[in-house]
């Protein structure tokens, strides 16, 4: 139970960076890159944030089902890495779309959908 507190506590740290690193980008970034890599759509930089709020969503869904009894038995020596493996991926996942956000400028005058 105490490891998914600390997963908890990252995720709102991570969240605090990722409303400070969005601060910082420009009004309109990056939403969508088709398989060439090549940009072809943009949006408003706060999306980002829904991203940032899925770790956290997921942690405390894990703590009530664990407080509420609707975690599954298991032996008590084994332990469960998907979920700080979930948790850090989609962490890494919101971190690649700042990054290719910071790498890309809107062409001027690009609407914001």
Same mark, same amino acid.
């Given at each position: 139970?105490?490891? =998914?507190?600390? =997963? !908890?506590?990252? @995720?709102?740290?991570?969240?605090?960076?990722?409303?400070?690193?969005? !601060?910082? !980008?420009?009004? @309109?970034?990056?939403?969508?890159?088709?398989? $060439?890599?090549?940009?072809?759509?943009?949006?408003?930089?706060?999306? =980002?944030?829904?991203? *940032?709020?899925?770790? +956290?969503?997921? @942690?405390?869904?894990? +703590? %009530?089902?664990?407080? $509420?009894? =609707?975690?599954?038995?298991?032996?008590?020596?084994?332990?469960?890495?998907?979920?700080? +493996?979930?948790?850090? &991926? &989609?962490?890494? %996942?919101?971190?690649? &779309?700042?990054?290719?956000?910071?790498?890309?400028?809107?062409?001027? *005058?690009?609407?914001?959908?």
């Amino acid at each position: 139970m105490k490891r =998914l507190y600390i =997963l !908890l506590g990252a @995720s709102l740290i991570n969240y605090l960076l990722l409303l400070v690193a969005t !601060l910082r !980008l420009p009004a @309109s970034v990056p939403i969508h890159v088709n398989y $060439k890599m090549i940009v072809d759509g943009y949006g408003s930089r706060w999306i =980002l944030m829904v991203f *940032g709020l899925i770790p +956290i969503i997921v @942690s405390l869904g894990f +703590i %009530i089902a664990r407080q $509420k009894g =609707l975690e599954r038995p298991k032996s008590p020596n084994m332990k469960n890495p998907i979920f700080p +493996i979930l948790n850090v &991926f &989609f962490i890494a %996942i919101t971190w690649v &779309f700042v990054c290719i956000a910071h790498q890309y400028d809107a062409p001027e *005058g690009t609407p914001v959908s």
